[in-house]
């Protein structure tokens, strides 16, 4: 039993990184706005949808996926702009409900273009596997991990280093100091769910390497990017980061030591668990939502 | 100047129209009904079974809306209550052959008591977009229990239900559906008008609006938030038990996401915190997929789209535009 | 009232949250180089008033012109680029930055010369220089107050609207504000303040309004000399 | 004799910060008292630790001789203590007359079985607490809005709905947060009226929180002054208002 272990670690890992991309991406908007998107899982489908339409025409691969990238980056933002802003200080009832009915018109779009087909996304590589000692990793896991890391990377360099990091920063730590120093917050508001909407687009495209393409992907992603988030603590992007790769091992772990349920499950009992008992999470201060 | 009317004269707002009184609500409640009485004998078994299909719905709305609408609590267990009552009707009646109007309490029983268990969160402080995370994860949680518990609940292919009858008599037909699922649907209705005009519904609103102000009046709000839940995941079991009944086939799928988003709307389109919003809810969204069966999307393309104008353009939905028309129709509207 | 160097005049403005109106036909002006303080019991409308400047409340009704362009209901990015600067009741600080990267962020906008405007700030609060590298979040209220009166300076504001600089500050610091604000006022910087204190407003100010339901009910020339006990009877008794 | 409510030595933290620093009133049956100060002198912190809505750190909160610190706020509203809201408790979604029914709540009575079966017991109790409500707006001369919902009421009347609901049940001791802000000057008088006379004919004791001096001045048998969390003055209207650490207080240090 014990001999699968490393096994298991290391694509608990591997897919845990893909849930830690997507919790990461739901963390931005949310930051951003206090809008927990109850559609991301739906942003995150269509960037794999995306993907597959660019690669589809002929494209060559890395154009394809940063125009699907920088397409998801539009369509986030558009909608916070014409649809969340106009009613952010409404309920959140509202709120939740509009995010909702976006993904789920998203979804029906997706359904009547793709509906009866599985499709999965090409690779532009061979579907090879590793031996590491005992351990196999294949090519699939190996990209995915290699993308987050690259992204993860990419944004720690952005926000620390770059003004335009400051200014995320400053807005994380106070909206109302951010407006006092000239910033236009609705912009702000609609880039970040815009980046939020890339980020999970990234996701997705990983994800449709894991699974086929289906147009309910998005609920999958979006329950895990929950439990992500809520392990990791709200709001808080390395708790998002951390939590997501927890997740990703305990599903494994659980899943061959106790019973193939946890593979389905360990998301909800996770999310339930540690609202009721431990809400701060990992990485989480005080809930900072608005009232 | 917000305080220029005098206070020795009425405050001369001649647009808006009081609450009718209880007596012209009842007549609504009844008269309605009996005038559908008729309906049967000029609908075709297809469109008897979608009329059957929105009777499934008003408990279901009906239950929805007092925790989203009249407790206002963002909590997405609807569709929990909904599945327990359905299986709770099936698994009586197939496995221990019950006849299906004997299921319909216990049903309902059954729903209260997955109403308690997903108030809990809410009675340990959780609000806003966790309380509705947690509640979610609730729902899907015991759609894989319908899944895996196998033997019970027949797994992911779920189970058939006898055919259902009520005093020994077989309901063979649609319409004899009918006119038990009217009878059901009205007392929903009913029942839960007299708990929204009695102290229990104010209860329920003064906690909506302003819960330290409630506390302060005596009121003691865990109690009442466990109550609201319990009713909601009574009246919403029974509609289980009635969609059991009417589609004949408990599965899984039927209680995902899409189902929550599906009662989320009826809720939304119709009124939030309305009765006469939660039928007419639920007659709208249940009947407008009917029209675009066989274009698969469609109909989701179609609600969402439908649910934002809603939302940005009427938000208090279809109800405040019946309001509007008679003041019959003034229900507790949503406000913000 | 308003004199021909007026640089800010708001006329007739109505502004309020949701069904709650606070403010009832507001006049007001501002001249060039001079510091206005507006004092009033709770519920006045003196911060309603202040945000309704800045743009983060929206005005039903009125005007309010800022060197002769009107302003209301513009959004408060568009104001404060025209020099209109706010430092607000809750500071509303960068905390888990350093002093200097919350100066830093003050200039952004308005795209100054940010290596002057820094040296001018320090110059103004050597306490800043000296804990430039300081965490805000570690710091106490008084110096949390002098951060943001420096954020508010970097973007060289042409007025600037204080909302209770001596809120919640113990007495020595408050003494300490009196005097940057004189500094400030010294240099010929327009100022709007907010204060509860009534010995700190009148020591700053060289006009004060009384506001009241949401009006101005009195103004006073500070030079005239009302006794401070018989503006306190005014605003309160 | 013992009086009504008597806050001995309390005080309330928050962190580090003393809202409440070792206050000591009492308020008697029948008697009005004015509890002032400037901003963030501890006036609604004082109020909450009565109502239940923030914990004290130190001392003793008595109603009639029995402690009531520590009860949940609802348990201290049973007990006789009905409060307001600075910044308007009522509920916006209700009328005015179902503002008061909530009111009495506790006095309806009706059972939710007795209800769902539509007993005659429990719609008995509904109308008679109608009654009794619409009544109770007509004493408080505003029986004419008892229909209208209370978002759509004017500051003024909010203001009056929300001290009948406070009263409905009668209670011993009338806990009122700045009644007066807002208020147009003739809705004052009729506030100052209605304030007089729960005192006289009804004997209830009442500490409020105003900033409307002249209205203290009409209403207030004692005046309490604090500033910082102490209280600094504790004396009749007129005394008070002659005392020089209360303009001390309101005009601050530079």
Request: aromatic share 8%; glycine share 12%.
């Amino acid at each position: 039993m014990l001999a699968v272990l490393p096994q298991l670690l290391v694509s608990g890992v591997a897919t845990g990184m893909l849930y830690a991309l997507i919790a990461l991406s739901l963390t931005v908007g949310y930051r951003a706005t206090t809008v927990v998107n109850f559609g991301h899982g739906d942003m995150v489908m269509a960037g794999a949808y995306a993907a597959l339409v660019l690669v589809g025409w002929g494209l060559p691969y890395a154009p394809a996926l940063l125009l699907a990238l920088a397409g998801l980056f539009l369509l986030g933002a558009a909608t916070q702009r014409a649809l969340l802003q106009p009613i952010l200080a409404g309920p959140h009832l509202s709120l939740a409900m509009m995010a909702l009915a976006i993904g789920y018109a998203m979804r029906g779009a997706a359904r009547m273009e793709w509906g009866s087909e599985v499709v999965t996304l090409p690779r532009p590589y061979e579907q090879d596997a590793f031996m590491l000692g005992t351990v196999v990793l294949t090519m699939d896991e190996l990209v995915i991990a290699g993308v987050v890391l690259a992204l993860l990377a990419a944004l720690v360099v952005i926000i620390n280093l770059t003004p335009v990091g400051r200014l995320i920063q400053a807005v994380f730590q106070s909206q109302r100091g951010a407006a006092l120093v000239g910033l236009d917050v609705h912009s702000f508001h609609g880039a970040m769910w815009g980046a939020g909407a890339a980020l999970g687009a990234a996701g997705g495209i990983l994800l449709g390497l894991l699974v086929p393409l289906t147009p309910d992907i998005g609920v999958y992603t979006l329950i895990r990017g929950f439990a992500a988030m809520t392990l990791g603590g709200f709001g808080s992007p390395i708790g998002a980061v951390v939590g997501g790769v927890v997740l990703g091992v305990m599903e494994k772990l659980l899943g061959f030591y106790v019973s193939t349920v946890f593979i389905d499950i360990t998301a909800y009992l996770v999310t339930i668990l540690v609202l009721l008992i431990w809400p701060s999470g990992l990485f989480g201060r005080r809930a900072a939502v608005r009232v | 100047m917000t305080d220029a009317a005098p206070i020795a004269n009425p405050t001369g707002k001649s647009g808006r129209s009081k609450p009718p009184a209880a007596r012209q609500r009842r007549t609504l409640f009844w008269a309605v009904p009996l005038l559908l009485l008729p309906l049967p004998l000029f609908l075709d078994q297809y469109k008897q079974y979608v009329a059957n299909l929105i009777l499934v719905y008003v408990p279901v709305a009906v239950g929805f809306n007092i925790v989203i609408g009249n407790l206002g609590l963002l909590a997405f267990s609807n569709v929990a209550f909904f599945g327990i009552g359905a299986y709770a009707s099936g698994v009586l009646a197939l496995k221990l052959g019950w006849p299906w109007w004997t299921t319909i309490l216990p049903a309902g029983l059954m729903g209260a008591l997955a109403g308690c268990t997903a108030s809990v969160p809410a009675l340990r402080g959780v609000r806003l977009f966790y309380l509705a995370i947690m509640t979610l994860a609730f729902g899907e949680l015991l759609r894989w229990v319908y899944i895996r518990w196998v033997p019970v609940t027949g797994g992911s292919f779920g189970m058939s239900v006898p055919q259902p009858s009520v005093l020994g008599w077989t309901l063979s037909t649609e319409g004899q559906k009918f006119y038990v699922f009217l009878v059901l649907a009205v007392l929903a209705v009913v029942l839960t008008d007299r708990i929204l005009r009695s102290r229990f519904g104010r209860a329920f609103m003064a906690i909506k609006d302003n819960e330290l102000a409630a506390a302060a009046m005596g009121i003691p709000t865990d109690r009442y938030i466990l109550l609201a839940f319990a009713w909601s995941g009574f009246v919403v079991g029974i509609g289980g038990s009635m969609y059991a009944a009417l589609v004949g086939h408990v599965t899984p799928v039927a209680f995902d996401l899409t189902e929550l988003i599906l009662e989320f709307a009826v809720v939304m389109v119709g009124g939030l915190g309305s009765l006469v919003g939660s039928v007419v809810g639920a007659a709208v969204i249940t009947a407008a997929p009917e029209f675009f069966r066989g274009l698969p999307g469609a109909q989701e393309l179609l609600f969402g789209v439908l649910i934002v104008l809603v939302i940005l353009f009427l938000p208090r939905g279809l109800a405040s535009l019946l309001a509007r028309l008679h003041p019959i129709f003034v229900d507790r509207h949503y406000r913000d | 009232m308003a004199t021909p160097d007026a640089i800010l005049v708001a006329r007739g403005v109505e502004a309020g949250y949701a069904k709650k109106q606070i403010l009832f036909g507001l006049d007001f002006s501002v001249s060039r180089s001079e510091v206005v303080a507006l004092l009033g019991a709770n519920g006045s409308g003196k911060s309603t008033a202040l945000n309704t400047v800045s743009g983060f409340v929206r005005p039903q009704a009125g005007s309010i012109r800022f060197e002769g362009a009107e302003i209301a209901g513009k959004a408060p990015h568009r104001i404060f680029r025209l020099g209109v600067v706010q430092v607000s009741q809750a500071r509303d600080l960068f905390s888990e930055m350093s002093v200097e990267e919350n100066l830093r962020l003050g200039a952004w906008v308005r795209g100054g010369e940010v290596a002057r405007l820094l040296d001018g700030v320090y110059q103004s609060f050597p306490r800043l220089a000296e804990r430039r590298r300081q965490m805000v979040r570690l710091m106490s209220g008084g110096e949390q107050q002098m951060v943001a009166i420096g954020r508010a300076l970097m973007a060289d504001p042409r007025i600037l609207l204080l909302d209770e600089p001596s809120g919640g500050l113990a007495p020595s610091f408050v003494a300490e504000i009196a005097a940057i604000i004189k500094a400030l006022k010294a240099r010929g910087i327009a100022m709007l303040i907010i204060e509860q204190n009534i010995k700190l407003a009148l020591s700053v100010a060289d006009r004060f309004l009384i506001l009241r339901d949401g009006r101005v009910s009195q103004q006073h020339d500070v030079k005239a000399g009302m006794r401070e006990e018989e503006i306190v009877r005014r605003i309160y008794l | 004799m013992a009086s009504l409510l008597e806050i001995s030595d309390v005080s309330v933290r928050f962190g580090g910060l003393v809202a409440v620093d070792g206050v000591s009133l009492a308020v008697g049956a029948g008697e009005i008292c004015a509890l002032i100060g400037p901003n963030g002198a501890g006036k609604t912190t004082l109020f909450n630790a009565v109502s239940g809505n923030a914990a004290i750190s130190s001392g003793r909160i008595l109603l009639k001789g029995e402690p009531i610190h520590g009860l949940a706020p609802h348990q201290i509203s049973a007990k006789g203590v009905r409060r307001t809201f600075q910044n308007g408790g009522l509920f916006a979604g209700l009328t005015a007359l179902e503002n008061v029914l909530v009111g009495l709540h506790a006095k309806v009575g009706s059972g939710f079985l007795g209800l769902l079966a539509g007993a005659r017991a429990s719609e008995r109790a509904e109308s008679s607490s109608t009654e009794q409500a619409r009544a109770l707006l007509d004493l408080m001369e505003v029986g004419h809005i008892a229909d209208e919902l209370a978002s759509d009421l004017s500051g003024g009347q909010q203001r009056i709905v929300e001290i009948v609901r406070a009263i409905a049940t009668e209670p011993p001791l009338l806990l009122l947060d700045e009644p007066a802000v807002g208020l147009a000057p003739h809705m004052r008088e009729q506030l100052v009226r209605i304030i007089r006379r729960l005192a006289a004919e009804q004997g209830v004791g009442i500490l409020l929180i105003e900033h409307a001096i002249e209205l203290v001045m009409a209403v207030a048998d004692r005046v309490v002054v604090l500033n910082y969390g102490r209280k600094v003055a504790d004396a009749p209207p007129e005394q008070v208002r002659a005392d020089k650490a209360v303009l001390e207080a309101y005009l601050g240090h530079a």
